[in-house]
Nanobody, 122 residues
Framework: QVQLVESGGGLVQAGGSLRLSCAAS????????MGWFRQAPGKEREFIVA????????YYVDSVKGRFTISRDNAKNTVYLQMNSLKPEDTAVYYC???????????????WGQGTQVTVSS
C-alpha cells in the first residue's frame, strides 16, 4: 500500500502559479502510476493529469494542456503538479492518487490523498 499527502494549495490570483506536491510513503512508490484529480463545488471529481510509473509518459485533459505539468521524483517518493496561468475555473480541491494499473485509466486509481484546496480569484 501507499499513503499520500498533498501540499501546496492556496489562494492565487488569475494568471498566477502554484505547485502542488504529493509525498508518498512506502518503498514501492516507483511501481505506481500517479495522477491528479480535482473536484469543484457541485461537480464530479475530474481526472486531469497522470504520469506513468517511470515518468516517461504523461496524460493531460484538454482544459489544462499547456498550463499544467506533472512530474515525479522517484528518489524522493514525490509527484508534483506545476500549475501556471491559473483561471478561476481551476478552483477545486485537488487530490493526488496512485494506481498499479495503466496510468490513463481513472478507475485504476485506488489510493488517495486527503486533498488540497486551490482557489483562483478573478
Amino acid at each position: 500500500q501507499v499513503q499520500l499527502v498533498e501540499s501546496g494549495g492556496g489562494l492565487v490570483q488569475a494568471g498566477g502559479s502554484l505547485r502542488l506536491s504529493c509525498a508518498a510513503s512506502g518503498r514501492t512508490f516507483s511501481s505506481y502510476a500517479m495522477g491528479w484529480f480535482r473536484q469543484a463545488p457541485g461537480k464530479e471529481r475530474e481526472f486531469i493529469v497522470a504520469i506513468s510509473w517511470s515518468g516517461v509518459s504523461t496524460y493531460y485533459v484538454d482544459s489544462v494542456k499547456g498550463r499544467f505539468t506533472i512530474s515525479r521524483d522517484n528518489a524522493k517518493n514525490t509527484v508534483y503538479l506545476q500549475m501556471n496561468s491559473l483561471k478561476p475555473e481551476d478552483t477545486a480541491v485537488y487530490y493526488c492518487a496512485a494506481a498499479l494499473g495503466r496510468y490513463t485509466v481513472p478507475q485504476n486509481y485506488n489510493y488517495w490523498g486527503q486533498g488540497t484546496q486551490v482557489t483562483v480569484s478573478s
